[in-house]
T-cell receptor
Framework: AQSVTQPDIHITVSEGASLELRCNYSYGATPYLFWYVQSPGQGLQLLLK??????LVQGIKGFEAEFKRSQSSFNLRKPSVHWSDAAEYFC????????????FGTGTRLTVIP | EPEVTQTPSHQVTQMGQEVILRCVPI?????FYWYRQILGQKVEFLVS????????KSEIFDDQFSVERPDGSNFTLKIRSTKLEDSAMYFC????????????FGQGTRLTVV
């Protein structure tokens, strides 16, 4: 069965520091993977996605993620965090085998301190 | 930029009452979805809708739930007789094609059942 694990419930980083949010998935075939961000009072916004090809994908707002099949991971990174990056981040996998929907992780809340 | 809009942003209802959550998907999109997020838990798929019928639904989407596209623009989720455990944030999403393209999410409706 498909599943997504985000092991970190809450992460705090200083502004300007680097960031890595972890995501592990369980899926039988090559996954379609996504990262979404939810700012307070806002909907879910797509940061980036991986379908195939280059395992390092670039997204909006300076984020990138790397697909590592051997580790079943799709970690999100940013070299220098801005205060406006404080939000909830969700990793998701799309089920291609027929369910036709997204499976989300539980999310990681990012706090940015000055 | 086109966006998915949901109304209301917050609804409080008494247990046993019917509620209708409304969504206006992006106008040229063909696939519509409802997800929900119980506080502190992961975002969960409820139902997908295409060509005026349900294409997939989860175990959560029981007989108390229904969806409708009453006109060319709105997409609604009805809960017939609300229970306390229906309290959650409900997200509507739409995509131009099947989910392997970007899905756009609304800002959510927070439903509180008292």
């Amino acid at each position: 069965a498909q599943s997504v694990t985000q092991p970190d419930i809450h992460i705090t980083v200083s502004e300007g520091a680097s960031l890595e949010l972890r995501c592990n998935y369980s899926y039988g075939a090559t996954p379609y993977l996504f990262w979404y961000v939810q700012s307070p009072g806002q909907g879910l916004q797509l940061l980036l996605k991986y379908f195939s090809g280059d395992t390092l994908v670039q997204g909006i707002k300076g984020f990138e993620a790397e697909f590592k099949r051997s580790q079943s991971s799709f970690n999100l990174r940013k070299p220098s965090v801005h205060w406006s990056d404080a939000a909830e981040y969700f990793c998701a996998v799309f089920d291609q085998t027929g369910a036709n929907n997204l499976f989300f992780g539980t999310g990681t809340r990012l706090t940015v301190i000055p | 930029e086109p966006e998915v809009t949901q109304t209301p942003s917050h609804q409080v209802t008494q247990m046993g009452q019917e509620v209708i959550l409304r969504c206006v998907p992006i106008s040229n999109h063909l696939y519509f979805y409802w997800y929900r997020q119980i506080l502190g838990q992961k975002v969960e798929f409820l139902v997908s809708f295409y060509n005026n019928e349900i294409s997939e639904k989860s175990e959560i989407f029981d007989d108390q739930f229904s969806v409708e596209r009453p006109d060319g623009s709105n997409f609604t989720l009805k809960i017939r007789s609300t229970k306390l455990e229906d309290s959650a944030m409900y997200f509507c999403a739409s995509s131009a094609q099947i989910m392997n393209t970007e899905a756009f999410f609304g800002q959510g409706t927070r439903l509180t059942v008292v």
